[in-house]
């Protein structure tokens, strides 16, 4: 009586090592899954700025690849008030932070277009290169885009 | 009886014995396929692929101080000109001297910000052996190095100049 007692006292503890195991486990594997989640919703984001219409260079109805055109960007910026980002752009860039800065030529500039940054929650950042392109004088800028996604 | 009892339980022993080893070899392979499994590089890879080429591009077209001229057109006239003068001045720099720096100073603010290590190779290009000709390397970035190590993102631009095509090659390295 008292060895069969042992055994499966033995066996339902294993029972219990196994099942604590797996859930550890699955734990991981869940947090893995929302890291990826939020990786991809991050790189989203960030093509939709890239590829704004309201900011993309174009001439002639042509539009250039991985550039931004400043009189846009000054303009949208002006425009982009709280309440427009809310509920025109909310669908668009969600919780994220939307930086553009000039790096060369000197002075670095820096324009914020749109903020929406959730609190105590992890996020992403991903910068890309991109030209900044200045249409009254015809040239080029070199600049960064910096987008924080936050899940 | 004593016996018989020994044996039954030297049985029951044998039974939960047989139970741990397959425990202990389901954890052994389900270690095993995790250490296995690869962690996902979507992002990794989407943001070096982009960094690299955009970071070229960009570069490219951007003008620098020098005269108003593009990276392009300072490249294409040091691979023209060379030393020891170019025909466009920069300041009393010249232009394989001037594109050099300000490659270097927009590197210094993006990918070592970003703690990317990297490689930039200007050449003259051999279109037939598919290399750099023999001593025709303008510069490289950091200087006198050779390229990764390990896994790279590549991104290359070729432009035409009057002494040949000269190859831009960036490697991101991670």
New interface residues.
Partial sequence: MAETIAVLFIFFLMIGFGFIFYARIQRTSMQETTSNNLDLESIEVTQRVSFLPELQCSSKNVISDNCIDLLKLNSLKNRLTPEIQQQMYFDVFKYSNITIIQLYPLPEKRWTLYENIKVDSPSVFTPVPISLYNATAKTYAFGVLEVRFYS | MTTRFSKR?QM?LLG?AF??VL?TLG?LF?IKFQAAKQ??T??KT??ES??AS??L???L?????CE?A?LTQLLQDCAEHKVPSSQIDCDGYTSCEFANR?IA??FQ??LEE?KNDYFLEVCLWNTITQQCLPDETLFTLPPLTTGCSGQRESSSQFIPTSSGVLKIWLDICY
């Fill in positions: 339980s029951e939960l139970v741990v425990i954890l389900y962690p996902s979507a992002k989407f943001t982009q960094k955009n970071l591009n960009s570069l077209k951007t003008n620098t101080y108003d593009t300000t100073y927009i603010q993006t970003w």
